[in-house]
């Protein structure tokens, strides 16, 4: 199993929950019960309501956003960062076990 902690914005302390190496972090959120992921289109890539910063050193360990990825998240309602991140597009591999995250202030 894969730990990851969720913080929510401006928050010092974490949730943490697990998942199944192969799940999305979106998918791996919505089933540990946190909040801060909407998640509106399910994981298709049309909503940008998944968005999250990924705190180093994993966030080195994922793959580069895609263009549509990218493109997605200027539709954020939260001003991407540097580290921002579409959670839907994060598969989660042993590798990003203990993975921590920052959560917008919103996804609305
Ligand atoms: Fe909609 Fe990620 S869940 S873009």
Known sequence: MIEIT???HQQSEGTTITAKPGTSLMKAALAG???GIAADCGGTLT?????VMVREPWLSQLPTAKEDE???L???AC?????SRL???IELTPAL???QVDLPQSQY
Not at 47 to 51: I, S, V
Not at 79 to 83: F, K, S, V
């Open 87 to 89: 959670a839907c597009q």
């Open 74 to 76: 200027e539709f954020a």
């Open 70 to 72: 990218r493109g997605m």
């Open 6 to 8: 969720f913080f929510e």
């Open 33 to 35: 019960g946190i909040e």
């Open 47 to 51: 909503c940008a309501t998944c968005h």
């Open 79 to 83: 001003r991407p960062q540097a580290n």
């Open 97 to 99: 076990n203990g993975m």
